[in-house]
């Protein structure tokens, strides 16, 4: 017993003293990882202190030589800081503002560091620069944000999305519209709010790609759709004629989305006599979405068709106020499929018109 006690001693004092030690350094390191931390914010909080009149002179009067000489002047060791205190204000602000941080990053070299940054090995410093120079609307850039659409890491990508978007050059829109099919419902949604930011020209640039990309048709439709903008309305009437079925069901979408003139209207009630069952189900959608109700005769003749015009149909006159709901009413005790979606649609009705 006493030998098994002494064997015990033997092992127990060796390992309880290893493991005091390790734990003894493991707290130093804790310990001197925290001084670390806390030196670094304060130095950070000084500099941020020093820099930050500078800057604010810069966004909200303009660059001017005194303020680029401090700001030159200021070591390498800094750059991060004054490019921080640089990007902060367009975070949520654009207009002048762009040109004034565009102006003074040229003018410190900050441009030529994020455009090196690009080819950096660490995704999340490539992620940065590629924020840094769409936020800047960096126009010599826009090359290197194009390629950094197909970077290996998907938050350089989706960086990219936003900065091509950002810069303003309509040179993005193919690029952009070529990565509208790829990766997540999030990415692609960046993409459409990218050439949502483009503005005004993306409407004459997509309806141009889709004359010489007839293939992209459809596509171009879906874009200009969740858009919405009106000058998309001649191309989009146009291609409700299409020999292509997909391509009328997506035009007629578009217009939907936008909102139907007295032109579209026609053509959207055209569209309920199309051979395709999707562009009729997409004519109905429109008209629901129109709230014209002198569309609602036209619309209850088709609760008979194929499911889903006839489901697009009922969903229409559940839309169409008055009108609709006498429409429903007249086919709510027919049999079968029509009489189906008839009731359903005015049982849905009842949370509208209690609201109402």
Known sequence: MLRTAELLRQILVPFLLIGGSLLGVLLAYLVIQRVIRDLAA????????????????????????????????APASHRSIVAGLLLAPLRSARG???????????????????????????????????????????????????RALDDEHEEVRAAAVEAAGLVGDARAIPALLGHLADGSHYQRARVVEALRVLG?????????????????????????????????????LQWCGDSRSEVRAAAL????????????????????????????AMGARALGRSSRQEAASYLAERLD???????????????????GRVALEARAHDQGQAGDLARQMLWERQPIAAGA
Do not use: K, N
């Not at 941020?48 to 030159?72: E, S, W």
């Not at 217009?255 to 569209?271: C, E, K, N, V």
């Open 42 to 73: 304060r130095r950070r909080r000084m500099l941020v202190t020093r820099y930050r009149p500078v800057i604010d002179a810069i966004t909200q009067f303009g660059p001017t030589p005194q303020a680029l000489d401090r700001l030159c002047r």
């Open 253 to 280: 979408a578009a217009l939907g989305s936008i909102g139907l003139d007295d032109r579209s209207y026609y053509y959207a009630l055209r569209a309920l006599g199309d051979r395709d069952p999707q562009v009729r």
């Open 96 to 146: 002048d503002l762009v040109s004034h941080v565009r102006q003074a990053a040229v003018a410190i070299g900050l441009i030529d560091h994020w455009l090196a940054g690009l080819q950096d090995r660490r995704w999340w410093r490539r992620t940065e620069a590629v924020r840094a120079l769409g936020s800047v609307g960096e126009l010599s850039a826009l090359p290197a944000l194009i």
């Open 200 to 236: 005004p020209p993306v409407t004459p640039a997509l309806v141009e790609l889709a004359r010489a990309r007839p293939d992209q048709t459809r596509l171009v439709a879906d874009v200009l759709g969740l858009i919405g903008t009106v000058a998309a309305i001649d191309p989009l």
């Open 305 to 323: 068709d194929e499911w889903l015009a006839a489901a697009h149909a009922a969903a229409a006159l559940r839309r169409l106020g008055a009108a």
